[in-house]
């Protein structure tokens, strides 16, 4: 009887866990303002950009419906590329000045129509904190 009932606890569990959230990509499309921008897993767990930095570098990300991607700072691009979707990764390919690329994956651990934060997955990886813009 304990098995039987345990079963049932642990099957779905397991269905659970089992069922990877995928980022839906028509959220993604658009601009999305920096709002946040820390380094979790760097020597210093505080270290974060000041708010008054990002306001006069106005940073952004852009994905377009044509799986391109942009990155801003100051006022000009910072980086650019393709990218594609994979359960909770966005996996960007930059294109580098020199005509190489190098591709990375983004985690994205929460994505809505107002909202993402993602981060980059090495040692001090940046999570930025983002909103949409209008």
């Given at each position: 009887m304990?098995?039987?009932t345990l079963l049932l606890f642990i099957i779905p569990l397991f269905l659970i866990t089992a069922c990877k959230h995928s980022i839906k990509e028509n959220l993604l499309y658009g601009d999305w303002k920096y709002i946040k921008i820390d380094h979790p897993k760097g020597d210093d767990m505080t270290d974060t950009?000041?708010?008054?930095t990002l306001?006069?570098?106005?940073p952004y990300i852009r994905f377009t419906n044509k799986n391109q991607l942009y990155i801003n700072w100051g006022g000009k691009i910072?980086?650019?590329g393709t990218y594609t979707t994979n359960g909770d990764n966005i996996n960007y390919t930059e294109q580098m000045p020199d005509g190489k690329t190098r591709t990375?994956?983004?985690w994205v651990s929460h994505l809505d129509t107002k909202t993402i934060i993602f981060?980059?997955?090495d040692n001090n990886g940046a999570r930025v904190t983002a909103i949409k813009n209008n």
């Open positions: 304990i098995k039987k950009i000041p708010g008054d306001k006069a570098a106005a910072l980086s650019h990375f994956p983004f981060e980059t997955l």
